[in-house]
């Protein structure tokens, strides 16, 4: 079986933007679940509320594959399925390591979306002695002392880091050093890596920070206990409200007097 060192995705060379390798999962998620329903096509319009984005943009997206659909028909869901994941990289073996088996690694290591989805978890690295050889999700954790041996062994271009943020550069240096070339970084910090290494941060207390300002923003904010009460504006003249068309306005003018958020 092709491993990750040998083959990588075809994306950027065919020039296909960021963004839309960023909606490609999202789409290939939407189109997996029909494909277990035996939905045979699917309109752009079905498919993109089901991915979360405008059919205007998917069609956009899909043409950079060269997917282009049939007028009244749509997509061949199974055609798209096997489209999108060569073009991710999925129809291949892409062996991972995790690095740092706390609570998040270890929930990490038994999540069973990898394998089908082209990963495989080809080992579990921590610096805790006591953790090596013990069975996490039915893989025995080695030690970090051991982790350019694993990679090498293993053919590993992708590493996952979930240790501490004191320790996550450290790792990722040595990562790379060993010939990791794509990141995924669970730790709450910034890594530095040079340049042909790329690194997806995935940082869940700034999603709940997200998430908080839009719910501040929904139920609107309120003012605070010391704000002065402000004095109510004094009632403009009728000439104010006259328009230079002569057509008369309501008392706020054209202007509401609170613009919406």
Same mark, same amino acid.
């Given at each position: 079986?092709?491993?990750?060192?040998?083959?990588?995705?075809?994306?950027?060379?065919?020039? =296909?933007?960021?963004?839309?390798?960023? @909606?490609?999962?999202?789409? /290939?998620?939407? /189109?997996?679940?029909?494909?277990? @329903?035996?939905?045979?096509?699917?309109?752009?319009?079905? !498919?993109?509320?089901?991915?979360?984005?405008?059919?205007?943009? /998917?069609?956009?997206?899909?043409?950079? !594959?060269?997917?282009?659909?049939?007028?009244?028909?749509?997509?061949? $869901?199974?055609? /798209?399925?096997?489209?999108?994941?060569?073009?991710?990289?999925?129809?291949?073996?892409?062996?991972? *390591?995790?690095?740092? =088996?706390?609570?998040?690694?270890?929930?990490?290591?038994?999540?069973?979306?990898?394998?089908? @989805?082209?990963?495989?978890?080809?080992?579990?690295?921590?610096?805790?002695?006591?953790?090596?050889?013990?069975?996490?999700?039915?893989?025995?954790?080695?030690?970090?002392?051991?982790? #350019?041996?694993?990679?090498?062994?293993?053919? *590993?271009?992708?590493? $996952?880091?979930?240790?501490?943020?004191?320790?996550?550069?450290?790792?990722?240096?040595? %990562?790379?050093?060993?010939?990791?070339?794509?990141?995924?970084?669970?730790?709450?910090? $910034? %890594?530095?890596?040079?340049?042909? *290494?790329?690194?997806?941060?995935?940082?869940?207390?700034? #999603? !709940?920070?997200? !998430? &908080?300002?839009?719910?501040?923003?929904?139920?609107?904010?309120?003012?605070?206990?010391? &704000?002065?009460?402000?004095?109510?504006?004094?009632?403009?003249?009728?000439?104010?409200?006259?328009?230079?068309?002569?057509? @008369?306005?309501?008392?706020?003018?054209?202007?509401?007097? $609170?613009?919406?958020?």
């Amino acid at each position: 079986m092709a491993t990750g060192r040998t083959h990588r995705p075809a994306t950027r060379s065919r020039g =296909i933007p960021e963004a839309t390798v960023a @909606r490609l999962p999202l789409y /290939l998620r939407a /189109l997996t679940a029909l494909s277990e @329903r035996s939905v045979p096509t699917v309109s752009s319009e079905e !498919l993109a509320a089901a991915a979360g984005v405008n059919s205007a943009k /998917l069609r956009k997206d899909f043409s950079y !594959l060269g997917s282009y659909g049939t007028r009244g028909v749509g997509y061949d $869901v199974e055609y /798209l399925v096997y489209q999108i994941s060569r073009e991710l990289g999925l129809t291949q073996d892409w062996p991972v *390591v995790i690095v740092g =088996i706390g609570n998040l690694g270890a929930a990490l290591a038994g999540y069973g979306g990898f394998a089908s @989805r082209g990963f495989r978890v080809a080992a579990l690295i921590d610096a805790d002695p006591a953790m090596t050889g013990k069975p996490v999700a039915g893989i025995p954790v080695q030690h970090s002392d051991d982790l #350019e041996k694993i990679i090498a062994e293993d053919g *590993v271009s992708i590493g $996952v880091i979930a240790t501490p943020a004191g320790v996550a550069q450290a790792v990722c240096d040595r %990562l790379v050093a060993a010939g990791v070339t794509s990141i995924l970084n669970f730790a709450p910090t $910034v %890594l530095s890596v040079p340049d042909g *290494v790329d690194v997806r941060k995935v940082d869940l207390s700034i #999603e !709940l920070q997200i !998430l &908080a300002f839009h719910e501040q923003r929904k139920a609107g904010e309120e003012p605070g206990e010391d &704000a002065a009460p402000q004095a109510a504006a004094p009632a403009a003249p009728p000439a104010a409200r006259t328009t230079a068309q002569g057509g @008369r306005k309501g008392p706020d003018g054209d202007v509401p007097a $609170v613009m919406p958020a």
